[in-house]
């Protein structure tokens, strides 16, 4: 049975930092391309940052590139999202997801498993 489970959300002030994590069971963790996306209050599911297998290619959303960084440690079954100078409108809930494949997508249809999400709320 595969399981993602995120970590690391919380209340942070605008301008802080907040690492989150999604640890990842019962699937080839090293096969799976991953993926955050988040939803924020009263919008669709967006696309924040993929990575593919290796760690070694990634893409970033428009309003989060230079400030998250994505990255994963295979031996550890885990991927995390590093983020920086969080603005109040990075509210949201993160999910992360696991693709089937070597390479990511942006695409939310396009990923076999999700986690249940974790919160993070910026204050202004």
């Known amino acids: 049975q595969v399981q993602l489970v995120e970590s690391g959300g919380g209340l942070v002030q605008a301008g802080g930092s907040l690492r989150l994590s999604c640890a990842a069971s019962?699937?080839?963790?090293?096969?799976?391309?991953m993926a955050w996306f988040r939803q924020a209050p009263g919008k669709e599911r967006a696309f924040v940052a993929g990575i593919n297998w290796s760690g070694s290619s990634y893409h970033y959303g428009e309003s989060v590139k230079g400030r998250f960084t994505i990255s994963r440690d295979n031996a550890k079954n885990t991927m995390y999202l590093q983020m920086n100078s969080l603005k109040f409108e990075d509210t949201a809930v993160y999910y992360c997801?696991?693709?089937?494949?070597?390479?990511?997508?942006?695409?939310?249809?396009?990923?076999?498993?999700w986690g249940k999400g974790t919160l993070v709320t910026v204050s202004s």
């Open positions: 997801a696991a693709l089937n494949a070597l390479g990511y997508s942006i695409q939310e249809y396009e990923y076999d498993y």
């Open positions: 019962g699937l080839t963790f090293g096969s799976y391309a």
